[in-house]
T-cell receptor, first 113, second 115 residues
Framework: KQEVTQIPAALSVPEGENLVLNCSFTDSAIYNLQWFRQDPGKGLTSLLLIQSSQREQTSGRLNASLDKSSGRSTLYIAASQPGDSATYLCAVIKRASGSRLTFGEGTQLTVNP | GAVVSQHPSRVICKSGTSVKIECRSLDFQATTMFWYRQFPKQSLMLMATSNEGSKATYEQGVEKDKFLINHASLTLSTLTVTSAHPEDSSFYIC???????????FGSGTRLTVV
């Protein structure tokens, strides 16, 4: 069974700090890994998608890496801003599950002004 | 980019009534859509996989007669909560993709409150 774990569960940082969110998964046979952001009471916004053959993806201040062999992904946020405050979720699609996403429990990020 | 529209964003209904939630892929065709339920401060729980032109596949423990899913076209899937009870109150979110290698796009969610 695929399990996805996110550490830490919650993180509070001052504005301007660079930070790393961690995601680990038990089954390395995945199609891809996707990072999402969820604001309170809202749906999920896709941040970055990493295919299984890729090592990293970048979008603005965000950089996500993928190490399939060790079952790990990190989301790096540079120069954090209060507007980055949200819950960040990682999800994988494993080859054995067809098209289904398996989510981690999320990291709740608070960036203080 | 791919956009998924979900309506309504909020709905309040009386116990015993039925509520329909719509999920539309606006700029792509989605042969498969997914319905999730989210409890406060928890991650998403997959309820069912909606396949265009065929019956939905429900996850274990999800009552298919309670949560009716219809995927009548390549751009529309609906979730109907039948004979709603207060314990059905939750946040429901749909998602779609035009190919698993392209990732998933989520709707904005529906907050259902049953009184």
């Amino acid at each position: 069974k695929q399990e996805v774990t996110q550490i830490p569960a919650a993180l509070s940082v001052p504005e301007g700090e660079n930070l790393v969110l961690n995601c680990s998964f038990t089954d390395s046979a995945i199609y891809n890994l996707q990072w999402f952001r969820q604001d309170p009471g809202k749906g999920l916004t896709s941040l970055l998608l990493i295919q299984s053959s890729q090592r990293e993806q970048t979008s603005g201040r965000l950089n996500a890496s993928l190490d399939k062999s060790s079952g790990r992904s990190t989301l790096y946020i540079a120069a954090s801003q209060p507007g980055d405050s949200a819950t960040y979720l990682c999800a994988v699609i494993k080859r054995a599950s067809g098209s289904r996403l398996t989510f981690g429990e999320g990291t709740q990020l608070t960036v203080n002004p | 980019g791919a956009v998924v529209s979900q309506h309504p964003s909020r709905v309040i209904c009386k116990s015993g009534t039925s509520v329909k939630i719509e999920c539309r892929s606006l700029d792509f065709q989605a042969t498969t859509m997914f319905w999730y339920r989210q409890f406060p401060k928890q991650s998403l729980m997959l309820m069912a996989t909606s396949n265009e032109g065929s019956k939905a596949t429900y996850e274990q423990g999800v009552e298919k007669d309670k949560f009716l899913i219809n995927h009548a076209s390549l751009t529309l899937s609906t979730l109907t909560v039948t004979s709603a009870h207060p314990e059905d109150s939750s946040f429901y979110i749909c998602s779609a993709s035009f190919g698993r290698l392209y990732g998933y796009t989520f709707g904005s969610g529906t907050r259902l409150t049953v009184v």
